[in-house]
């Protein structure tokens, strides 16, 4: 486990010595976080994005929903919903999905600035995200074609734990089983009408609240448990 | 502000004393909220940016716990819990999940500068629901005293003696024989049905004798023409200026157009007079059932009264039931002159709401009689006649018929010392729905008229059966559980959702009674000679059976409940309607229902607590 720490932190300045000025380097600078830490001690960040299609070479992100946990609170005073400006007309699909029409988009930012404040954001913090796949994938082409090089992200995902602790227990996974709706559902949480970035990494956050709060809680829970 | 918070923001302006805040300041207060998830069982006060906060439960519910560790509350949606928001800080509470639960925290700071510039959110959260509660109560009573009654009382309310009036060409000496006849100081004078002028005796001295007018002559010669008038809907405190700024004593009231009666000084200050002293002592002089009739329709203004004048319901349940009992008394007397004196000796014994001194002007009797065991076959008619004439007379009084004929008209319940008791131990010892239907009734019992002695051998024998009781009490409680108090999941009322009473809550039912019968099994219990419910709920508190701090909730819940339904009542024998006791929430102010509901929280806590002592659910 130290080697890979040792590994990890060496990319990492592999990493930063050719970062560009800027965010990027912000947060490639921030301390290396300890994998071995309880759960509840780390700071988190929940990270929601509503993308034009599943092809980050393609598509793009349309906005970006985020808040912090701290402590086990989520915080709504970091709460964060940034519209991305679009290069390119959005396609009819996602217009209906997200009920997200070009003419909002247009009051949006650039995408340099919204990944720009998410990455200050997200300094120092995991990264949480329900099927996070797709959040990496965007995040890290994202900076790619801004900065060049993209971070390595830590990230804990949602729906991961729901689908090993479904595993752990032989129980048969049927489809929709792991949507963001439905574990909810399962864990007794409420309901939420709207559909955006922002509600969607809150739902997430009060998700893993509730997963971490059904684990043992007499016991620590490593960090390195929960990554990806 | 984020439209994307709107949603927790919405549901955040629902819950008091948030609903006070303009939508400005809920925007800003929703970027201040912090969300966390606790596990059943687990404590509020466990991790979390902040331990000093206020928490709005967005999902699941929560238990309150005093510092002995004693369950006193129970919260649910949308509720909120200052438990450790306390600024005095002595008090040690521990909030605790009872299932997997949702929250919404605010720093106490935040609410401690909400509460600085709203001060009606101050009022609302200065303590923790049940504190809230006591509070409530405290404060309706102060502010009921505090207000004067002239103040608060309009004239319909005072002026129930008929329209006296003469036309106005009758003689002056016709008028002077009305007034006379009448035992009134002024006389109102009608032109074909209209008001023309008034006459007092000070005009008949200083516009007739005094100068020597014919007696002959009109009215309208001496009369004041077109008198200052006042609305009967104007407060007493009205007349009172009004009568003091034109140095005048008498007041024509007026509904409308119409002419309906004179208010006069005396009657304004002699207003507290109509109490129930006066009116028992009405009652032993009166000679006949016509008559108690006629004093008994006193009773509706009697409760009025003493509600205006800043009494408690339970004032008002006293009064009444004293009232009612002077009435029972005269009546067994009257009997009595009726039918010769009694063969044997005999209690007369009351039941339910006038055992427990709880009636209110609608009340139905229960009643019965006991009768020494000398009694032989042939002195059973004379006990039917007696019970015949007191039960129909107080039928005719305004105290109806028992719907359940628990009555001393019903031979079932007018038997010997030793049939009583042996239906008592029956009862006891075959807890069946029937039985304990009629325990409930009869477990609240007092002797009205007669041999006290008769009873309180009755209750010795069955106050060593009762006690510590398990099998009976746990009956009892199932029994007592059925009645549930109107409040959902939601923390809404559940309302009467058909019928005459649609949208309507039964304060009776479902808020007086849970409590009422709480209260006798606890006296059962703890083997307590108390019969009314808030003598009970004191007299029980610290024993094994009720903690202090639950009995002091419920006397407090008791006294809000009882309260809400007497003014209710009130409003209604002012419109002059029937009094009921189907309250609308929607005539509540937002307070008022906030208080009901923590009400009915405190009832169905401490219905829990009773049914987890008895395992009343095994039943």
């Not at chain 2, 004693?70 to 909030?95: N, Q």
């Not at chain 2, 509070?135 to 003696?161: G, R, W, Y």
């Not at chain 2, 229960?366 to 002195?379: R, V, Y």
Request: hydrophobic share 40%; with cysteine; aromatic share 6%.
């Amino acid at each position: 486990m130290f080697d890979f720490l040792l590994s990890e932190d060496a990319k990492r300045r592999k990493l930063l010595a050719i970062a560009p000025e800027g965010p990027v380097k912000v947060f490639l600078s921030s301390p290396l976080i300890d994998r071995n830490q309880d759960v509840h001690a780390v700071s988190l960040l929940s990270l929601d994005f509503e993308t034009s299609g599943l092809d980050p070479g393609k598509d793009h992100i349309v906005s970006a929903g985020y808040v912090d946990i701290s402590r086990g609170e989520i915080l709504l005073s970091t709460a964060m919903h940034d519209l991305v400006r679009p290069n390119k007309l959005l396609t009819e699909n996602s217009v209906v999905i997200h009920k997200i029409t070009d003419d909002d988009a247009s009051a949006g930012k650039s995408l340099e600035q919204v990944i720009s404040s998410l990455l200050q954001a997200l300094a120092g913090k995991v990264m949480v995200a329900h099927n996070a796949n797709i959040e990496l994938a965007f995040l890290t082409q994202a900076c790619r074609q801004l900065y060049g090089i993209s971070p390595r992200f830590p990230v804990i995902d949602t729906m991961r734990i729901a689908k090993k602790w479904l595993e752990r227990r032989n129980k048969e996974i049927e489809q929709g089983d792991l949507r963001l709706f439905n574990l909810r559902k399962r864990y007794g949480l409420p309901m939420y009408q709207a559909h955006n970035a922002l509600t969607d990494a809150i739902a997430t956050a009060e998700l893993l609240q509730a997963q971490i709060a059904h684990m043992d809680s007499r016991k620590i829970l490593p960090l390195k448990q929960f990554l990806k | 502000m984020e439209v994307e918070l709107q949603e927790i923001r919405d549901f955040v302006a629902l819950v008091p004393p948030f609903d006070l805040l303009p939508e400005s300041e809920l925007n800003l207060l929703v970027r201040k909220l912090g969300i966390r998830y606790i596990r059943r069982g687990k404590s509020l006060s466990e991790g979390g940016e902040n331990t000093s906060s206020v928490f709005i439960i967005r999902q699941g519910s929560v238990s309150l716990y005093s510092e002995e560790d004693k369950l006193f509350g129970m919260l649910a949606e949308g509720d909120l819990s200052t438990a450790y928001c306390d600024e005095g800080g002595d008090e040690a509470l521990d909030a605790r999940a009872t299932e997997d639960t949702l929250v919404y925290c605010i720093s106490c700071d935040v609410l401690f500068d909400i509460v600085k510039k709203h001060p009606d959110a101050a009022a609302f959260l200065k303590d923790a629901p049940d504190r809230r509660l006591s509070d409530a109560v405290k404060s309706s009573q102060q502010k009921a005293s505090q207000t004067a009654t002239l103040m608060n009382t309009p004239l319909s309310d005072l002026i129930s003696e008929e329209l006296i009036d003469i036309d106005h060409e009758s003689s002056i000496h016709d008028a002077a024989v009305k007034m006379t006849e009448h035992g009134v100081s002024s006389l109102l004078i009608m032109d074909s049905g209209n008001l023309s002028g008034i006459l007092t005796d000070r005009d008949m001295r200083s516009r007739c004798l005094a100068i020597g007018l014919s007696a002959d002559l009109p009215v309208n010669e001496i009369m004041t023409p077109d008198p200052v008038c006042v609305d009967s809907e104007s407060l007493a405190f009205d007349a009172l200026m009004m009568m003091t700024q034109k140095n005048i004593h008498h007041l024509p009231v007026i509904d409308g157009e119409k002419a309906i009666g004179i208010i006069t000084a005396t009657d304004l200050i002699r207003q507290e007079g109509k109490n129930s002293v006066h009116i028992t002592r009405s009652i032993h002089r009166a000679e006949s059932v016509e008559s108690l009739t006629e004093i008994s329709k006193l009773i509706p203004d009697l409760q009025l009264q003493i509600i205006s004048t800043g009494g408690s319901a339970e004032h008002v349940g006293r009064a009444v039931t004293a009232v009612s009992s002077a009435i029972t008394r005269r009546l067994i007397e009257l009997a009595e002159k009726k039918y010769g004196p009694s063969p044997v000796p005999y209690a007369w014994i009351a039941a339910g709401s006038q055992a427990r001194r709880e009636q209110s002007s609608h009340s139905d009797q229960d009643n019965g009689l006991i009768i020494s065991n000398e009694m032989k076959t042939e002195d059973e008619p004379w006990f039917s006649y007696l019970a015949d004439f007191v039960c129909d007379g107080l039928d005719a009084c305004g105290f109806v018929y028992c719907p359940g004929d628990a009555m001393a008209k019903n031979p079932q319940w007018r038997q010997t010392e030793k049939v009583w008791t042996r239906y008592y131990l029956g009862w006891i010892n075959t807890p069946e729905p029937k039985s304990l239907m009629l325990s409930s009734i009869f477990f609240d019992i007092r002797v009205i008229a007669g041999n006290k002695k008769l009873l309180s051998n009755i209750l010795q024998k069955v106050s060593t059966e009762t006690k510590n009781n398990q099998l009976f009490l746990a009956h009892m409680t199932a029994n007592a559980l059925q009645h549930r108090t109107p409040l959902g999941f939601f923390r809404d009322f559940v309302l009467i959702d058909e019928g005459d009473h649609k949208n309507t809550l039964d304060l009776k039912h479902k808020g007086l009674v849970p409590i009422i019968d709480m209260a006798r099994i606890y006296a059962l219990a703890e083997g307590l000679e108390a019969v009314s419910t808030t003598e009970r709920l004191e007299k029980a508190a610290g024993s094994p059976s009720l903690s202090k701090d639950g009995s002091a909730n419920l006397l407090d819940a008791y006294e809000l409940i009882s309260r809400l339904r007497v003014e209710h009542q009130a409003r209604q024998i002012r419109k002059g309607e029937s009094a009921d006791n189907f309250l609308s929430p929607k005539k509540l102010s937002r307070l008022e229902r906030a208080h009901l509901k923590d009400a009915f929280k405190v009832v169905q806590t401490m219905q829990e607590s009773l049914s987890q002592r008895y395992h009343a659910g095994h039943f």
